[in-house]
């Protein structure tokens, strides 16, 4: 289901109530628009209004309305990625010192009066040492339940917040370690990727470890980041058995596409490769 741009937006029901699936697989599909011009152009070229535009922000960001401007004129859904590291601990947020800071956010996303996809302190299963890690899997826990709570007392129940560690923990069980309860978290998410010069793994390898957990708790199934090497021609392939798959797995709630050049300088750009592009558009149109 597709509008044009002069139209609403693309906008799902899935994310109106997430504590179920959409039906029959009809995921929303969306993106990380970071080629030139940003959400505005990518979407003249998709020619229609992104599901999910995504964003990252620092733990000290304040500027959301004007952030989250374009979207509510578009019609899509926000997705924050709102990173608490480096500026912060997951036992400094347990323990009420980001107080000011949180409520602030929520009583902010509050007054925006949509619906807003927040992922707090995203990636926070990486290891010690490594850019997202805020503290042990105890301690996330805490910090999140915090964090939740907060938020609720401000009434900010259109903030849905989305639990994102990285795919390929799940198999390991280091993801399920930092699971707060599904009471909790509206979207049980991961992250993964078709990595340049790795082994080629098909979606459906990179996401069923999560996807499984994520039908086991309850929650329906968010993939908050994933990408196939725009430059590789077997990823036009990959992106329509991506769309297959999401098609035949009813808890998946949303996808959303990196579509940028990573911090390591991967290239994961749609727009640039037009074959990709055109893959990613169609599954999109089938939406």
């Known amino acids: ?38 959400a505005a152009v990518f979407q003249q070229h998709l020619g229609a209004t992104l599901s999910i535009d995504s964003h990252y922000v620092p733990w000290d960001f304040t500027s959301w309305a004007k952030k989250l401007a374009a979207d509510k004129a578009d019609g899509s859904t926000p997705m924050l990625s709102w990173s608490a590291a480096p500026l912060t601990t997951a036992a400094a947020i347990a323990a009420g010192s980001q107080d000011a800071r949180i409520t602030a956010a929520a009583q902010a996303l ?46 900010a129940t259109n903030v849905k ?37 790795r082994k080629w793994r098909s979606f459906g390898e990179i996401f069923a470890s999560a996807y499984a957990f994520s039908v086991a708790q309850g929650r329906p199934f968010f993939i908050a980041e994933t990408a196939s090497p725009g430059t590789d021609p077997r990823t036009p392939s990959w992106i329509a058995g991506a769309a297959q798959w999401v098609a035949a797995s009813p808890n998946v709630a949303a996808v959303v596409y990196f579509d940028s050049v990573s911090p390591k300088g991967y290239d994961f750009r749609l727009y640039a490769h037009p074959a990709a592009f055109t893959a990613y558009r169609t599954w999109v149109q089938q939406q």
């Open 110 to 155: 509050k007054a925006e009066g949509i619906t807003i996809d927040l992922r707090p302190f995203y990636e926070f299963d990486q290891p010690k040492g490594h850019p997202r890690y805020i503290g042990t899997p105890a301690e996330v826990i805490a910090a999140w339940r915090h964090t939740w709570s907060i938020f609720q007392s401000v009434g």
């Open 161 to 197: 917040f989305v639990w994102c560690p990285m795919s390929f923990d799940y198999t390991s069980g280091v993801a399920q370690q930092s699971w707060p309860g599904a009471g909790y978290v509206d979207y049980a998410a991961a992250d993964g990727y078709n990595f340049p010069g």
């Open 1 to 38: 289901m597709v509008r044009p741009l002069i139209a609403a937006g693309l906008v799902m029901a899935a994310l109106a109530a997430p504590a179920t699936a959409t039906a029959g697989g009809a995921a929303n599909v969306g993106a990380f628009p970071n080629e030139t011009g940003g």
